[in-house]
């Protein structure tokens, strides 16, 4: 089992740098959905790892964006978390706005999926249902063809997420909704809580 604070002070370090709904509610899709991804790729003893890299990947960035990825092992090592986790949560960031290479699988899911869930959640939300449940991948295809739609999703990035993987970007996709689908009620629920 690979070291990692609980998750109620991984949560309040969050809070603690965080106050935008909308960062918070990012973080708490990308926990889930790298806990998903820990089960489905066979590293579920490591899911709660895998979850807290995925809470806490953008914990600088609301209040440091200039220097996102680089603020983050500072406050990281507040609530003592590894080498192993401040590396995983800086990947994230290789060739936007840090250097450190996405090098586990792990990581290089977080890469992935990272840019991916914002595209799907804008796309969740101009859908009637304002839900992912009923999401195929034709329709998320048409959004992602579309450069003005979340414009601020990198669509470079993604795609180059599903090469480091191994995976078409159709095969990224499908597990990316499968994954948010797996945890869209409880953030739903933890985002009406706060």
Not at 59 to 66: L, Y
Not at 71 to 77: C, D, G, R, T
Not at 91 to 110: F, N, Q, R
Request: net charge negative; aromatic share 8%; with cysteine.
């Amino acid at each position: 089992m690979k070291a990692c604070p609980e998750r109620e002070a991984a949560l309040a370090l969050l809070k603690k740098y965080n106050s935008e709904p909308f960062h918070i509610q990012h973080a708490l899709t990308v926990e889930g959905t790298m806990r998903w991804y820990a089960g489905e790729l066979g590293y579920g003893e490591d899911a709660g790892f895998w979850a807290t890299v995925g809470l806490l990947h953008d914990v600088d960035f609301e209040q440091w964006p200039e220097e996102h990825c680089l603020k983050a092992p500072e406050l990281l090592a507040e609530i003592g978390c590894s080498d192993e986790l401040i590396h995983a949560v800086c990947s994230h960031g290789y060739g936007l706005c840090c250097d450190v290479e996405p090098a586990h699988e792990m990581e290089k899911v977080l890469f992935a999926a990272d840019e991916l869930t914002g595209l799907i959640g804008a796309a969740a939300r101009m859908r009637p249902s304002k839900s992912c449940q009923d999401m195929e991948v034709s329709s998320l295809k048409k959004k992602f063809k579309d450069k003005k739609f979340a414009a601020g999703c990198s669509r470079d990035v993604i795609k180059e997420g599903a090469e480091r993987l191994g995976w078409t970007l159709e095969e990224l996709m499908e597990k990316t909704i499968l994954a948010m689908r797996s945890c869209e009620a409880e953030v739903n629920a933890a985002m009406e809580a706060l």
